[in-house]
């Protein structure tokens, strides 16, 4: 019933809460369209996923996850009742159930289940909520480019903040409140640095504002870290990244120089055009002292647009530039059905490329990457 009309179902779960309590109003962004979408993904996973108890261990934890998660946006306990109350009384309308009938009991049960368990991992963490950082350097490195370098404010705690590979929940003073995933292109350290590369999406508001507005002194507000990306140092890897999805891998590469037991690893990064391989020169150094390390450089052309300026001269780096598409080049640069695969960059990139891989005979287990 919901699914039949999710845009009506969310805007009237809504009208509800903020006719409840109007104040809770101010927790949430001006624009409600990425809130909206949020809630009806979480709220059809948790009725999709409650008839088969087998999935109910990750149902629980990804609910503990989002209660952890809702503490940035000042949400407390009692928050947690009206919620619960609201969403009850949704989804009887929707069904056109009487409180007081028999049918309504799973109803209040399934959201006594995600308030319950938002609310008891959300009371329990010990982590602080949110945490934040300073602009300390911005630069453009094309017109919708730019590289972010900022300093925490309590520099100790950004060991604990994020792993290296994972993305973080991050807001910026141009749109309070409004928050987007960001992955960390170094690993955490004790100095509190923080690098972020960002490319501004087509009509991204939160993006854009980064790359063109961001300035030296800025101080933005970043939260809880996801994401399972790692490598065993111990077995041969291959990385593919398509723009700059190059973020996670380049962290978890310098994290990787610091051993001196890893196996051979593979990376390709691949982008639209060769002078967008912005950090060409500093991951063919990477390669030059790490001997485990190779390094093949992608484009899907072979010249650059007119407004690309100050490219990387590759052929003085002496690197290993191909041109195609980036997934097809992959699959057939070698045998990689032994190796543990990482991907990051965008969602159509990362099907593409899991799908070559699987053709060309990479076991699907072996492959991970972000949800996208």
Do not use: C
């Not at 001006?30 to 809130?35: K, P």
């Not at 952890?68 to 109350?85: A, C, P, T």
């Amino acid at each position: 019933m919901i699914r039949s009309d999710p845009d009506r179902f969310v805007e009237d779960f809504y009208t509800r809460l903020f006719s409840v309590d109007p104040d809770l109003r101010d927790l949430f962004p001006l624009t409600m369209t990425h809130q909206r979408a949020a809630l009806f993904g979480m709220l059809d996973h948790v009725l999709e996923s409650l008839p088969d108890p087998a999935t109910h261990p990750q149902l629980v934890e990804t609910l503990a996850q989002l209660g952890r998660d809702h503490r940035k946006f000042g949400v407390v306990d009692s928050h947690y009742d009206v919620f619960g109350r609201v969403l009850a009384g949704q989804l009887l309308a929707v069904a056109d159930l009487d409180p007081a009938d028999d049918d309504a009991g799973p109803v209040v049960q399934t959201t006594s289940l995600v308030t319950g368990v938002m609310r008891g991992a959300a009371m329990t963490a010990t982590s602080p909520p949110t945490w934040s950082a300073r602009v300390v350097e911005k630069y453009r490195l094309t017109r919708d480019l730019a590289v972010v370098r900022l300093v925490a404010e309590h520099p100790e705690h950004v060991a604990e903040a994020f792993d290296v590979g994972q993305y973080v929940e991050v807001s910026i003073p141009q749109w309070p409140r409004v928050w987007r995933h960001l992955s960390p292109a170094i690993p955490p350290n004790p100095y509190g640095e923080i690098e972020f590369h960002v490319r501004s999406v087509p009509g991204g508001s939160v993006s854009t504002s980064i790359v063109a507005e961001t300035a030296v002194g800025d101080v933005w507000t970043l939260a809880q870290s996801h994401g399972t990306l790692s490598v065993d140092p111990t077995r041969p890897t291959l990385m593919v990244a398509g723009g700059t999805g190059i973020a996670p891998l380049r962290a978890i590469l310098h994290d990787l120089a610091r051993r001196v037991d890893v196996a051979p690893t593979h990376l390709f990064w691949g982008t639209r055009y060769p002078g967008e391989l912005y950090d060409a020169r500093r991951l063919m150094h990477l390669a030059t002292v790490n001997p485990w390390l190779s390094v093949t450089l992608m484009s899907e052309t072979e010249t650059d647009p007119w407004w690309l300026d100050d490219a990387v001269d590759l052929a003085a780096l002496h690197a290993d530039h191909r041109t195609g598409r980036l997934a097809d080049v992959v699959a057939r640069a070698g045998d990689w059905s032994q190796r543990q695969v990482l991907l990051a960059g965008s969602a159509s990139m990362i099907e593409t490329t899991r799908r070559a891989l699987i053709v060309a005979g990479v076991p699907g287990r072996l492959i991970d990457h972000d949800p996208v």
